[in-house]
């Protein structure tokens, strides 16, 4: 049948199996949202408030539910504005499908009204992007979109879309399958090179299984719970993995890196062997890396090959799929392991965790963040869903929420970026409309995206916002405390702040100002039974840090644990 | 240290963008870039001179591969290596025989390319390491010369 490009996008997006797209329109994407509209429902939209928004839905879309997140935006400041959401799954390996609107083909390069050279800006930000000439390449270019989105690692592909393109009219054949000439991800990892990885691990003495998003992304937890209780070597998670296994494995040592537990940083430290599960050695897990694992030999599975080796050098480099490796690896280490051989590691480790646990000094004068976050644990149901911003509230979760499964913890964690944590939660709630959403948030960040309680409201996705309200810019406060002489150079917000009850009333929200804790637990219930978006404005101990941390540039055993008395 | 790759990529908007932005947006240097299609095919050939330890390679090759027109990447110790170089110099500061210019270019596999009122144009084709010793030879003799070069074509031997 003869369509227009606007419409084939549609039935495109249909096809995939797409039930929701968030956006915003303009005049270069109008036809396809004019073929939205004719669509009549087949593919919900979501508007947005801003494009940056619209991206970061979709996002939380795609992290909470694994399927392809998907948005619409036009030309010009349409794709400028969703450049942040698009960098932002990117550095996460998160799979999205982005359509922008253009200028018309002729007018490319003529300086058009809302004309931004957009691939261009997009490329070193996507996995691959295409600007779509002919309407006659636009259905394969959707198909291999998709496929590019989802498979090996995964992340976000780019279709800059000229609106002569989207009038054009050419017959809709779907394409049932792709085969790439050029682009064919391994899965499968080296047989031999597992059997080796495997001996290592049997053979060593202070082994650790060091757990990154790779695991989340290939649906490995179930083997990896497995494998670490076989086992009995102990695990760090990074930023990435919360949840792949339950915070009460004996076994977790907790999160590796900068705020990382002591026990998982010394694990990482007096290691022999460290067993990297699609983790990728980050400047943040890794701390001085001329110091980093100095006595320790290094498995790495990762679907990237350009992962394996970039940082460290690796002995043992296996490019596969966790999810399949593991599966060949398993029985290979089921027949020789022995648990008792780690049982003196286990013993020191255990003996790190003990003496120097995660924790903070509670207060009954003021409310300690990291008491909120646990007390929310303790509250939600166990399948809930949590988002952050960015900042020590983000830390702060990652270190003391109680998570259960993967894919609980949503967070931006490679681009770090504020703002994230409010809109990914209502794409979260979007995919899950059954269960509870929570985003933790700090003043600052919340204020980035803003503008998205009125998307909450108008299509009913209640998600809290649990504000952990410090009247800083509390994690550049921190470094400015820490390491310029608590020179505090522009980040004292306690002028600055919002009413965030009458804010949210105003955008058909609920708001909550809370500073006893008593009243905490009180909003958060009431909010967990009022189907609006909600604001918890709890005042926080302003001058809380977050602890432990590895300095910047400091090896990983060089951690502050205390707060130094002033 | 020196390394010349060749990368074979499928003809399509924007290909030598996303390798050159790579190399770019991870600080990796590129010496010299050659391109053109591979006839009858639906692929082009790069080659690119570039330099860095062998660690750096590693991480060119794979991250070359990341893009996903990029069908393969070819690194060897046995290429072939051409690289081509014109000359111009005015005609006026010829002090010897034209015969003897023509002497040197055809120890380089080149030739005498053209002659006008002004100026004279000589072109060679050669191993760039050669190719420097040829614009030495000629720097030396000439003041006043204009120097093109095409950057190194390879292929496998
Ligand atoms: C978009 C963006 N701009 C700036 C930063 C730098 N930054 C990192 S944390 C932070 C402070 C965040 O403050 P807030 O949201 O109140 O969280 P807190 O640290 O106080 O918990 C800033 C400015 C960033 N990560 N993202
Ligand atoms: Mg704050």
């Known amino acids: 049948m003869e369509m227009n490009g606007a419409r084939i996008v549609i039935e495109s997006l249909i096809k995939e199996g797409v039930d929701t797209v968030f956006g915003y329109p303009g005049g270069a994407i109008m036809n396809v949202y004019d073929e939205l509209y004719k669509a009549s429902g087949k593919l919900k939209h979501i508007l947005a408030k801003h494009e940056q928004g619209a991206v970061h839905m979709a ?89 590019l989105a989802k498979s090996g690692r995964p992340g976000p592909v780019h279709i800059d879309l000229p609106k002569d393109v989207t009038v054009g009219k050419t017959k809709f054949n779907y394409p049932e399958k792709i085969e790439l000439k050029t682009y064919k991800p391994t899965y499968k990892g080296n047989k031999r ?28 937890y179930q083997l990896v719970r497995e494998l670490v209780k076989i086992t009995q070597i102990p695990a760090v998670e990074t930023l990435m993995a ?58 790495h599975i990762d679907i990237d090959p350009s992962q394996i080796g970039k940082v460290v050098e690796t002995k043992y480099p296996i490019v596969g799929d966790v999810k399949l490796v593991l599966e060949e690896m398993l029985p290979l280490i089921v027949e020789k392991v022995d648990p008792k051989r780690y049982e003196e590691w286990r013993k020191i480790l255990n003996r790190y965790k003990e003496l120097y646990p995660l924790t903070y000094s509670d207060s009954d004068e003021v409310i300690k963040p990291q008491w909120v976050i646990e007390k929310t644990g303790e ?79 108008r299509y009913n996705l209640p998600v809290i916002n649990i504000i952990l309200n410090n009247n800083y810019l509390g994690m550049v406060r921190q470094w400015q405390t820490m390491f310029y002489e608590d020179r505090l150079s522009e980040t004292d917000l306690s002028d600055v702040q919002p009413d965030f009850v009458k804010l949210a009333e105003s955008m058909g929200g609920i708001g909550y100002r809370v500073s006893k804790k008593e009243d905490f637990v009180k909003a958060l219930e009431d909010a967990l039974n009022q189907n609006k978006v909600a604001f918890i404005d709890v005042q926080v101990d302003r001058r809380e840090d977050v602890l432990p941390m590895v300095p910047p540039n400091s090896p990983l055993k060089n951690m502050l644990i205390f707060k130094e008395d002033k | ?117 002004k100026n004279i144009v000589v072109s060679v084709v050669d191993r760039p390491d050669r190719i420097d010793n040829f614009l030495k030879a000629m720097q030396a003799k000439f003041k006043n010369l204009e120097i093109v070069r095409s950057g190194v074509s390879v292929i496998e031997r």
């Not at chain 1, 060091?210 to 490995?220: D, T």
């Not at chain 1, 494995?249 to 890196?257: A, E, N, T, Y």
């Not at chain 1, 990914?424 to 204020?447: E, T």
């Not at chain 2, 330099?51 to 070819?74: A, M, N, R, T």
Request: proline share 4%.
């Open chain 1, 242 to 299: 919360r949840g792949v296994l339950r915070y009460d494995d004996p076994l977790l040592l907790g999160m590796v890196g900068m705020h990382g537990t002591y026990a998982a940083n010394m694990a990482m430290n007096d290691a022999d062997l460290i067993i990297s599960l699609g983790a990728r050695f980050d400047d943040r897990v890794t701390g001085k890396l001329d110091e980093f694992a100095k006595n320790a030999d290094i498995v």
């Open chain 2, 1 to 117: 240290m020196k390394r010349i790759i060749s990368v074979i990529v499928e003809n399509e908007h924007g290909v030598l963008a996303r390798v050159v932005n790579m190399f770019a947006a991870r600080g990796y240097n590129i010496t010299s870039l050659t391109v053109a299609p591979i006839p009858n095919s639906e692929f082009s050939r790069m080659t690119i001179m570039s330099e860095g330890d062998p660690k750096v390679f590693e991480q060119i090759v794979k991250q070359l591969y990341k893009l996903i027109p990029v069908y393969k990447v070819i690194e060897s110790d046995d290429f072939i290596e051409k690289e081509m170089a014109m000359v111009k110099f005015p005609l006026k500061d010829v002090k010897d025989n034209l015969a003897d210019i023509d002497a040197i270019a055809r120890c380089y596999n080149g030739h005498i390319s053209n002659v006008n009122d």
């Open chain 1, 59 to 147: 996002d939380g879309y795609a992290r909470s539910s694994g399927k392809v997140g998907v948005a619409f935006v036009t030309s010009g400041p349409g794709i400028t504005n969703a450049v942040t959401g698009i960098a932002t799954a990117y550095t996460d390996s998160v799979p999205l499908i982005v359509i922008s609107g253009q200028v018309p083909t002729f007018a490319i390069g003529t300086d058009a009204f809302q004309e931004v050279d957009a691939v261009g800006i997009t490329r070193p930000i996507t996995k691959h992007n295409f600007l779509v000439k002919d309407v006659k390449d636009l259905a394969y270019i959707i198909k291999e979109a998709f496929y």
């Open chain 1, 193 to 220: 090179a597992i059997k080796r990885a495997a001996e290592a691990i049997i053979k060593a003495k202070r082994p650790v299984f060091y757990i990154g998003g790779g695991s989340v992304l290939s649906g490995a």
């Open chain 1, 379 to 457: 509250i939600l149901p166990e399948d809930a869903i949590i988002t952050t911003d960015v900042g020590q509230h983000q830390m702060w979760t990652a270190q003391f929420y109680p998570f259960t499964y993967p894919r609980q913890l949503i967070t931006s964690g490679g681009l770090g970026t504020m703002g994230f944590g409010f809109p990914a939660a209502l794409g979260a709630k979007k995919a899950n409309p059954n269960r509870v959403v929570v985003n933790f948030s700090g003043d600052g960040s919340i204020m980035m995206n803003i503008q998205e309680v009125l998307t909450g409201y």
